[in-house]
């Protein structure tokens, strides 16, 4: 059986991608399949906690118990993210979150056009971190937990983003195998931490990666 450990505490978790349109058919997105964020949120709820969802769109069913808000958006997400922020005791961001957006989004399909060999140009702006404006929000009681899906420099990457985005806690996976990170049921993760510690969690499924790492969540909160 499972302890209730999380019991009275809210979680709130994002998963999955988002998605950035360019005009009404088209958009720009990335491969993640939310299979690690719903493995938290249900691990989550199992142990007796609240659990909001917050979520790109996925092949997945929300998990039972959990909350779940539909986003596709970096803009959506961020705005439910925000909104739902001060009842959360752990935040943890697992999305895939599009740093860039397509300028303007046309509001008609962009058609092809003939006799023309020249390339299509889409500009591109920055979407707002959703994790900074967390970690800038975020009160001393409250643990935020970061995801960093890096393909090189796994421990550097993980101890600068901790810091520059004031987290207690990032959970870097090198992606690019296929026993790991995205689409995959299995993952492999270090836990990077504030004060400079590191758990390794070995691969395996990412439903028992969820519960290991919130095991490391619930002893650092102490
Ligand atoms: O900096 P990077 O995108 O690798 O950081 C990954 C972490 O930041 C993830 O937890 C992701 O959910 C979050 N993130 C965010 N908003 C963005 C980009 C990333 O919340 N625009």
């Not at 997105?29 to 790109?56: C, D, F, P, W």
């Not at 420099?153 to 995205?182: P, Q, T, W, Y």
Request: with cysteine; glycine share 6%; charged share 30%.
């Amino acid at each position: 059986l499972t302890r209730k450990d999380l019991k009275g505490k809210k979680i709130l978790v994002s998963a999955g991608p988002t998605v950035e349109p360019i005009d009404p058919v088209r958009f720009v997105s990335n491969h993640s399949s939310g299979k690690m964020g719903y493995a938290i949120a249900r691990a989550a709820e199992k142990r007796g906690g609240t659990v909001t969802l917050v979520s790109g769109p996925v092949n997945l069913d929300a998990p039972v118990g959990v909350e779940r808000i539909d986003v596709e958006t970096c803009e959506q997400m961020a705005s439910q993210m925000l909104s739902n922020l001060d009842q959360a005791d752990i935040i943890i961001k697992v999305a895939a979150v599009a740093d860039y957006k397509p300028i303007d989004p046309k509001t008609s399909k962009i058609k092809k056009k003939d006799n023309n060999n020249k390339d299509l140009c889409i500009s591109m702006a920055e979407n707002p971190d959703i994790l900074k404006l967390i970690g800038e929000k975020k009160t001393k009681d409250q643990f935020v937990v970061g995801f960093a899906a890096e393909t090189d420099d796994l421990e550097k990457n993980a101890l600068l983003k901790i810091k520059k985005k004031n987290l207690d806690m990032i959970a870097a996976n090198l992606v690019g195998s296929s026993d790991s990170g995205f689409k995959a049921d299995t993952n492999k993760v270090k836990l990077f931490f504030r004060d400079g510690s590191l758990f390794d969690i070995p691969l395996m499924e990412k439903e028992k990666v969820a519960d290991i790492l919130i095991d490391q969540v619930i002893k650092k909160m102490g």
